[in-house]
């Protein structure tokens, strides 16, 4: 069974401050797929980047960084320098079988930056 | 290129009722997949198509089912509408093979009375 656990309910921030939204994922697959989505109060959901399990590379794209360590099935998220536009709730995601495109979902985190 | 379409995005309707959500993929995609969102329970998958076939189903009652036509649009419906049922339902659209990512509509949010 898959298992993806946010453990941060909700966060709030100040502009321009750095945050992490932890991610903490479980399955006996070897090849896995992890995801982070953005969902604005519109309510769809916004992909921001996807990892297979096989590229530990983190990546970086503008203010936003990913941290993925199999070692420790985490996969963390990074805004760097926050901006109210971040506000949101964001989820992590794992999609895990071969030819599957279930997503399983952590409970997400609220994030709030204040200006 | 337009994006998933969810119809309709509101929708109100009494216990015991039965309602159809439609959802219209990504020109070109092929698979949909549904979701159930609540506060209580939060992103729950409901079931996946691809090429007209139902190839993975969540954890829910048989009041809810689906189908995907041949144009890829799909199609929920939920029977015997129970107050719990209230919620967002997301629809996700993806090319093809497991590592791409899912593109997801608005939602419709439903609201059993």
């Known amino acids: 069974a898959q298992k993806v656990t946010q453990a941060q309910t909700e966060i709030s921030v100040v502009e321009k401050e750095d945050v992490t939204l932890d991610c903490v994922y479980e399955t006996r697959d070897t090849t896995y797929y992890l995801f982070w989505y953005k969902q604005p109060p519109s309510g769809e959901l916004v992909f921001l980047i996807r990892r297979n399990s096989f590229d530990e590379q983190n990546e970086i794209s503008g203010r936003y960084s990913w941290n993925f360590q199999k070692s420790t099935s985490s996969f963390n998220f990074t805004i760097t320098a926050s901006q109210v536009v971040d506000s949101a709730v964001y989820f992590c995601a794992l999609r895990a079988g071969a030819g599957s495109y279930q997503l399983t979902f952590g409970k997400g985190t609220k994030l709030s930056v204040i200006p | 290129k337009a994006g998933v379409t969810q119809t309709p995005r509101y929708l109100i309707k009494t216990r015991g009722q039965q309602v159809t959500l439609s959802c219209s993929p990504i020109s070109g995609h092929r698979s949909v997949s549904w979701y159930q969102q609540t506060p209580g329970q939060g992103l729950q998958f409901l079931f996946e198509?691809?090429?007209?076939?139902?190839?993975n189903k969540g954890n829910f009652p048989g009041r809810f089912s689906g189908r995907q036509f041949s144009n890829s649009r799909s199609e929920m419906n939920v029977s015997t509408l129970e107050l719990g049922d209230s919620a967002l339902y997301l629809c996700?659209?993806?090319?093809?093979?497991?590592?791409?990512?899912?593109?997801f509509g608005q939602g419709t949010r439903l609201t059993v009375v």
């Open positions: 198509y691809f090429s007209e076939t139902q190839r």
């Open positions: 996700a659209s993806s090319l093809r093979s497991g590592d791409t990512e899912a593109f």
